[in-house]
């Protein structure tokens, strides 16, 4: 049996966390929540399977001293049925071999309960960012075993006001932002350009995120066309949708994913940050946490109609909010005008003021502590430590 100690002899909590995300694919909610639970528990993230194995197998590839990523490595013609009863294996065999004080689930999709079910851990922990049933090809078992998910947690967290509002019996602790990484984009403008972004004319009006299909290529391609003086930088992976697809105009640039420590650099050399959105049944419910990340490096930002936009954010003034396309094209023109106006960034920084990652991750820790003890659950090793740190 593994037993790791922590500074004060104590042998330390296991978190593993279930995700649909790849941790090396956008660095975003859970690698910033979870690189700081791994302050106090030793964490493994468990991803999807891979389909290129003669025999099932789980690769750990350790990110940090207390933080590795398990994938399993599964053969290809493995039905669904069969990949489940694999994992299942390989999860089993993964926790035979170590003991831990306290054992902790995190969950960010229910379908890890296809081969998680049978086990008990100490906490049960829910972290919905996403309605995952909205998005495309999501499987028809989702929207059940999300129904026995939320009967199993522990605690429910949402990082969105609309998700907070469908799900009963949850908690909202946004995503907020790591503020000062991207404050570093102030600081930065006049900085040298990456290289890939020297070439590019100002203005600028740029996104970072996933292209996939909660973006809206139609508008993206019509509001380009009415601008043609601004330059739009893309970057991000895309997903689930053909690269084909998106529009291939003078001032389109795909720049394609960045590491998350050169956003700033980037976010720097731009005038304005957009998010074209579509509205559709993929972003009801979505909460972009690139809003606080655009406006901590300074941008101002033009947003399509999705709920968690207005609210707050258009309401305070602090995001334009555009319907139309040509409205899109007008608001990014008037706010590449005010992209230095100290009283805009006077308000945002007021706003800011107390949304940090480690605040909503204190908040979470403190919540999952009552829910632990109100169900008779230990706990003590990782959960007080985490507070007290």
Partial sequence: MLHRKMSNGQARSGLICFSHLRWNFVYQRPQHLLSRAAMHADVFYFEEPIFDSNEPQLVWTRVGATLSVLVPHLPPASSSEAAEFQQRQLLDEFLATRSFPELIFWYYTPMALGFTSHLEPDVCIYDCMDELKSFRFAPPQLMPREIELLARSDAVFTGGQSLFEAKESCHYNPSSIDRAHFEQARHLRGAADPADQQAIPTPRAGFFGVIDERMD????????????????????PSAKIDPSDLPKLPNLHWLGPKQYGDLPLYLAGWDCGIMPFALNESTRFISPTKTPEYLAGGM????????????????????????????????????IMMRDDRNRLRRVDEFLSDKSRDATFDDMIQIIRECGARCGHQGEAFLHEAVQA
């Fill in 217 to 236: 290529i139609e508008l993206l391609r019509a509001v380009a066309q009415q601008v043609p003086d601004v330059q739009f930088v893309m970057i991000g």
């Fill in 300 to 335: 101002p930002v033009v947003s399509t109609d999705i709920n968690d936009v207005p609210r707050p954010y258009g309401d305070l003034g602090l995001v334009s909010i555009a319907i139309t396309a040509s409205e899109f094209a007008r608001q990014i023109e008037r706010n």
